[in-house]
T-cell receptor, first 113, second 113 residues
Framework: NAGVTQTPKFRVLKTGQSMTLLCAQDMNHEYMYWYRQDPGMGLRLIHY???????AKGEVPDGYNVSRLKKQNFLLGLESAAPSQTSVYFCASSSTGASTEAFFGQGTRLTVV | GESVGLHLPTLSVQEGDNSIINCAYSNSASDYFIWYKQESGKGPQFIIDIRSNMDKRQGQRVTVLLNKTVKHLSLQIAATQPGDSAVYFCAENISGGYNKLIFGAGTRLAVHP
């Protein structure tokens, strides 16, 4: 059982480049989340999805876009990367809104130079 | 804005002692509170949760206490072991429409032999 898988694990981008982070879960979860984690700070919610075809903004959505075309996948896009987006990105999923146990991926370390 | 915060950024304990990690929250609408453990290089891992209508819940070596009067949450770890060394996050599940998990900044627990 793979759980939540994030691709890639590491990436270095130049300012202005674009990229997409992929999150895949094999637990048939409805809810999926994208968080960023910066040194000395907790996880901040970027965007989330409550089901296939739906997305919603979190705490820090600016500069990011997401898509949930398939239930098992949640994509996070950076259209024009900025150094301020250097961070570790975590994807998570949970079964329903009432479930509090969110399962996290291993993270993607992104550096924007 | 709504936030979840922690009192102590770093906690050092001796192996075998009990650990207490504290957290303050500000959103009265939260229906669940959750503790996560994050080891270096890994994603957060669920430890234990507690509903807002409870004041105590026990797991294996862990106990979570909730004081809604002062909006305070704590995680007690009994007989702390070196494997407990990690960063611990409290999070609140904000219901109403879409559920969101909002995390605090984290407390690093260092267990010394």
């Amino acid at each position: 059982n793979a759980g939540v898988t994030q691709t890639p694990k590491f990436r270095v981008l130049k300012t202005g480049q674009s990229m997409t982070l992929l999150c895949a879960q094999d637990m048939n979860h409805e809810y999926m989340y994208w968080y960023r984690q910066d040194p000395g700070m907790g996880l901040r919610l970027i965007h989330y999805s409550v089901g296939e075809g739906t997305t919603a903004k979190g705490e820090v959505p600016d500069g990011y876009n997401v898509s949930r075309l398939k239930k098992q996948n949640f994509l996070l896009g950076l259209e024009s990367a900025a150094p301020s987006q250097t961070s570790v990105y975590f994807c998570a999923s949970s079964s329903t809104g009432a479930s509090t146990e969110a399962f996290f991926g291993q993270g993607t370390r992104l550096t924007v130079v | 804005g709504e936030s979840v915060g922690l009192h102590l950024p770093t906690l050092s304990v001796q192996e075998g002692d009990n650990s207490i990690i504290n957290c303050a929250y500000s959103n009265s609408a939260s229906d669940y509170f959750i503790w996560y453990k994050q080891e270096s290089g890994k994603g957060p891992q669920f430890i234990i949760d507690i509903r807002s209508n409870m004041d105590k819940r026990q797991g294996q070596r862990v106990t979570v206490l909730l004081n809604k009067t002062v909006k305070h949450l704590s995680l007690q770890i009994a007989a702390t072991q070196p494997g407990d060394s990690a960063v611990y996050f409290c999070a609140e599940n904000i219901s109403g429409g879409y559920n969101k998990l909002i995390f605090g900044a984290g407390t690093r627990l260092a267990v010394h032999p």
